[in-house]
């Protein structure tokens, strides 16, 4: 009889060591007040990317209070936790992020941001509209836990807590690139990392997927310069405005016509046009900015090219020129499959009765996956809908209606505890070639 990689694991992985069994579970129930009161603090005092002052300081006067080591100012604000059980063995990395979101709160919460602050120049409400609160609470919580079976554990384990995932301020560095930068792991290089996100699926259900999760993120900006002329008399100048029109069908007909969407997903969107100051006056330029998400490399740079040239072509056309300017971001976050599969019974431990499902990959992006370029690495999603709700009827990450269910946070924990734990037990063997 054959059996699957994953049937496999199923048949030999712990799960959760049975002698540490009892003795994890009640410590992840006894924390859970605990963490929920760090969860309510973090979303009440909210700081944006790179700005992550206070967070980081109550981070890491938590990890210090556990007699961990603390490295602080990795990236700015982020603060890498080492714990070392008392045995040698592998080193298993957690990440979660402190950032939150220009975004003004809606939620009628007792503890709801009031919090105002200036981004890219702009006076902006503050609100962790993503969840980065849970996941920095939920973090710590597994760093209390795993401490107090320090005595048990048989290698190390690294606690990342990350600033400016939703990326930096304009003129910044920041993020998982910058946290690699400066060697964020130049000391302890982990065997494997695991981090999770906060969605808006079933409660305490964890979903994930083998190899592309979340998409590739491209940020681009095209720049049509015309000649600037009285609107009463077009002819004398070159419109812009008419070409950016033009332009914007054109590259959103790229992924629905020139594309085979039929080997992976691929999004364009243009979320900013900018040009003119006044309603009778054709501007010199126009300038607009959108993204592209994709999950092959190959496809990344079909579309790319084609925008480039599609750009430069409908601008030459009426006499305008365009200059396409590429920004960087994330790449595709990749679930080692290999170790996807070794983490499936840990997870169910995790879920409980909410289970583990599939998902399909997902359009957003994540750094994360910067994290996975130089280690193995499983990103997964916890849901943490209301109870009771039609999931089409919860509000979404990013909007200033999310909320988070606390009580699923608790099966979040459950996993971050499992996976480190059977992991240091017995890791994944990756295939050679």
């Known amino acids: 009889m054959r059996f699957s990689l994953f049937a496999l694991a199923m048949l030999t992985l712990p799960a959760v060591a049975a002698d540490l069994k009892p003795q994890t579970e009640a410590a992840i129930a006894a924390i859970q007040p605990q963490m929920i009161q760090w969860r309510r603090h973090f979303h009440q005092h909210p700081e944006l990317s790179n700005r992550e002052v206070n967070t980081a300081k109550t981070v890491a006067a938590h990890l210090k209070s556990l007699g961990l080591e603390v490295r602080t100012g990795i990236a700015h604000h982020g603060v890498l936790g080492v714990l070392k059980g008392k045995k040698p063995g592998p080193i298993v990395a957690l990440r979660a992020d402190m950032d939150a979101l220009p975004v003004t709160e809606k939620v009628d919460l007792p503890f709801a941001s009031k919090v105002r602050s200036t981004f890219n120049e702009q006076d902006v409400g503050v609100m962790h509209a993503c969840g980065h609160d849970a996941h920095t609470a939920m973090l710590m919580a597994a760093a209390s836990v795993l401490t107090s079976m320090q005595e048990d554990l048989s290698g190390t384990v690294l606690f990342v807590f990350q600033p400016a995932e939703e990326g930096a301020p304009a003129g910044e560095e920041g993020g998982a690139g910058l946290m690699l930068k400066e060697g964020v792991f130049a000391d302890y290089k982990p065997d494997a990392i695991f981090g999770l996100h906060v969605w808006p699926g079933p409660p305490g259900q964890l979903q994930v997927k083998s190899e592309g999760i979340m998409a590739a993120a491209d940020s681009f900006s095209i720049t049509v310069k015309g000649k600037q002329v009285h609107g009463s008399s077009p002819w004398r100048g070159i419109d812009p405005i008419a070409v950016t029109g ?79 300017h590429l920004h960087g971001a994330a790449a595709v976050t990749w679930n080692d499959p290999v170790l996807t599969e070794w983490a499936m019974p840990s997870l169910r431990w995790a879920a409980r009765d909410a289970g583990v499902t599939s998902t399909k990959p997902i359009t957003a992006s994540e750094d994360f996956s910067l994290f996975q370029q130089q280690v193995p690495g499983v990103f997964f999603f916890l849901g943490i809908a209301p109870e009771n709700t039609p999931l089409d009827d919860v509000a979404p990450n990013h909007s200033p209606y999310f909320a988070v269910n606390e009580a699923a946070l608790e099966n979040g924990v459950r996993a971050l505890t499992a996976l480190t734990l059977d992991y240091l037990q017995q890791p994944a063997k990756q295939k050679t070639n």
């Open 246 to 324: 033009q332009m914007i069908t054109a590259l959103h007909q790229i992924p629905a016509r020139q594309l085979d969407v039929t080997q992976a997903p691929a999004v364009l969107s243009i979320g900013q046009v900018h040009g003119g100051v006044r309603w009778n006056i054709i501007p010199d330029e126009v300038k607009l900015e959108g993204t592209v998400r994709t999950f092959d490399p190959q496809m990344r740079e079909q579309l790319l090219s084609k925008m480039q040239h599609t750009a430069e072509h409908i601008a030459a056309a009426s006499g305008a020129t365009a200059d396409f």
